[in-house]
């Protein structure tokens, strides 16, 4: 029989067993540990009263390969492996969780979560037009270096105005979902409190306790926002398709005059408008209940989590400030176990929380209600830290444990990390390891200071675009825009204050705003990847839902593994790091044993040994290549155990 505490004793336990609160300054790795320790002593509770025995902790190998994968997204590098495998030191694990958390692997990889959370696709077509969300990605990045906490990522996000690229990126968060607001507030409520509201929008959800009035009066607060769109200047766009057609506006490596001002137009009118917004939303004309009539204006109003209520009779121009206010506070009870229940996926690798509705940690739950409480506690008193966060999680027990078969049989992963394929993201960015001396080296350059229109120079982003605003007529923007079209097909325009970068390159009002120099890691590269590249063809988020991707496998992965990608970046160039052990002056059993290493993380068994010598000793480069292809195409590479 499985013993069960009430609510409250579990609740209450949770609370006594974690610490006051820590601010930011103090979390240091020992009170991380501290934390560990308590969070720990939760864990075996849930686990006694379930009547379940706490498995046996992995070796240091398969501890090192997991806990890189998780927390900086990579296998580790040779260097790292036998730093790690030499460190005599007793508490070398928690070294290098801490590592592993201060480097850039960790915001690369993290990075990665955030463009999938919050669906940050690079470039979108909207209404024949292409927009960018560089802004937001930029910002997103530089959010993830400052090590901003979610509490005020969220709020910035929900709440920021004004030109996306001269001022927040946030301000894009909004754009992102231009003529879909409904879609919009869908995934807000999903992304930052845990609730999956989005059937609510056509009826009352029978799998909840959502209806259809609830998603409206929250819908409401971020109704009549006000994108700063396209401006009305740009319906002049007439006169520039007429005048493209004439040869001279037309020329050669430069795009016709009209894609010029399109491509112009959208770094000016990028954005959300400042004091716009309603807090008032229509109900749509088959509304069917009886708490609402077909189109009556109804008010931003909170089911839950405090009550804030606007005015039906006439607009709150501060509905979003009131709004994300609203989501962040204290009073709101799903905000924190939101993100502490996807923070515990992230590393424990299965869900702790029970309803796929409710994506968000239950302090009620009668069998792990004290962990999640502790939990929800422990993100409010590390002010919502999240690389605190998840470094005192891969600190607990509970992740040095041995592998579970599967999530179910993990029990929440309390029983074991369950075995999962890495994602699209883990397994391209463990190949790059495999080719650069510095896989955190960057490789993408971007800059927003200046503006550049196919090799261009057209002048600071925001002279530019403060110069766009500040026109009163049709013509006057008209007039400027063909200056501006000569001095860059001419060349008599003003001198660029740096060497061209390989940025801001408009293709018909497509914006590209960064470069790769070389083969980069997953979160420097476009997001989503091209639909052709290694990382959609394994199965990475295409960025139209939250958290969409797929670590299903298929026999094309299959194939590009054995003759793809690996090929042609990793076992054939002769520069790869990889391709040194081959050219290093050691025997033939001691470069198989190296490659075991660089790409498993172990030794090899002594019959491993001995076919890798073989291989070697007979087909030289050939045999490199035919061990490199297979070991990371075993389950033991492309799975985290």
Excluded at 289 to 315: A, I
Excluded at 335 to 358: C, K, P, Q, T, Y
Excluded at 629 to 641: G, N
Aim: proline content about 5%; hydrophobic content about 35%; some cysteine.
């Amino acid at each position: 029989m499985i013993r069960f505490l009430s609510a409250a004793c579990l609740a209450a336990l949770g609370a006594l067993l974690l610490a006051p609160n820590l601010p930011a300054a103090e979390i240091t790795p020992e009170a991380m540990a501290k934390e560990a320790t308590r969070l720990d002593k939760l864990i075996s509770s849930v686990l006694q009263n379930s009547e379940k025995s706490e498995p046996a902790s992995v070796d240091n190998a398969t501890f090192l390969r997991r806990a890189s994968l998780i927390a900086i997204g990579r296998i580790p590098t040779l260097a790292e492996i036998q730093e790690f495998t030499t460190d005599p030191a007793t508490d070398k694990r928690h070294r290098l969780t801490s590592r592993l958390y201060q480097s850039k692997g960790y915001q690369s990889h993290m990075n990665n979560w955030l463009y999938d959370h919050l669906r940050l696709d690079g470039v979108k077509l909207q209404g024949g037009y292409f927009s960018s969300n560089a802004p937001l990605i930029k910002w997103s990045r530089q959010a993830v270096r400052e090590n901003k906490s979610w509490k005020a990522m969220t709020r910035e996000l929900l709440s920021a105005r004004g030109n996306g690229w001269t001022g927040s990126g946030a301000s894009h968060y909004y754009t992102r979902d231009i003529g879909m607001p409904l879609d919009n507030s869908a995934n807000t409520l999903r992304a930052f409190l845990g609730i999956r509201m989005e059937c609510a929008q056509c009826h009352d959800d029978p799998g909840s306790k959502w209806e259809r009035i609830d998603f409206y009066n929250l819908a409401a607060f971020t109704h009549g926002k006000s994108n700063l769109g396209r401006l009305d200047f740009l319906k002049g766009r007439g006169l520039f398709v007429n005048m493209s057609s004439e040869k001279e506006y037309n020329a050669p490596g430069l795009h016709h005059l009209h894609f010029f001002s399109d491509a112009i137009g959208q770094y000016a009118a990028s954005g959300i408008e400042a004091k716009k917004g309603s807090g008032r939303i229509k109900l749509p004309d088959d509304y069917q209940y009886p708490d609402g009539d077909p189109g009556e204006l109804v008010e931003g109003r909170t089911p839950f989590g405090g009550k804030v209520r606007l005015d039906s009779k006439k607009p709150t121009p501060d509905s979003l400030e009131q709004f994300a206010t609203w989501v962040v506070g204290d009073g709101n009870p799903t905000f924190a176990g939101s993100i502490a229940a996807r923070m515990w996926l992230r590393v424990m690798g299965a869900a702790l929380h029970n309803d796929d509705n409710e994506e968000f940690l239950d302090p009620k739950d009668p069998v792990t209600g004290a962990l999640s409480s502790g939990l929800v506690k422990l993100m409010r008193e590390y002010d919502y830290d999240l690389h605190a966060f998840q470094q005192t999680l891969m600190l607990t027990k509970a992740f040095a444990a041995k592998s579970a078969p599967d999530k179910e049989t993990s029990f929440h992963g309390l029983l074991g990390r369950p075995i999962e394929r890495m994602s699209a993201e883990q397994i391209w960015d463990s190949l790059v390891t495999l080719v650069l001396e510095d896989p955190e080296s960057a490789q993408r350059i971007e800059t927003m200071e200046n503006l550049y229109l196919h090799g261009r120079y057209i002048g600071r982003l925001d002279d530019i675009i403060e110069k766009v605003h500040s026109f009163k007529t049709v013509k006057a923007y008209q007039d400027w825009i063909i200056m501006k079209y000569q001095e860059a097909r001419d060349g008599t325009g003003p001198e660029a204050p740096e060497p061209r970068p390989p940025t801001y390159i408009a293709g018909h009002g497509r914006l590209m705003t960064s470069a790769i120099l070389g083969i980069a890691r997953a979160s420097e590269l476009p997001s989503p990847a091209d639909p052709n590249h290694f990382l959609q063809k394994f199965g990475q988020s295409d960025r139209i839902s939250i958290d969409g991707a797929t670590n299903e496998g298929s026999l094309t992965q299959t194939l590009q593994m054995l003759n793809g990608a690996t090929q042609e970046i990793v076992a054939t160039p002769k520069d790869t790091m990889i391709r040194k052990i081959l050219q290093s002056p050691s025997t033939n059993e001691d470069k198989g044993a190296l490659l075991f290493q660089s790409i498993l993380t172990r030794q090899p068994t002594d019959q491993e040994r001995s076919l890798c010598t073989q291989e070697l000793d007979e087909r030289k480069v050939k045999g490199f290549t035919n061990i490199v292809s297979a070991l990371v195409c075993t389950p033991e590479f492309l799975f985290i155990y």
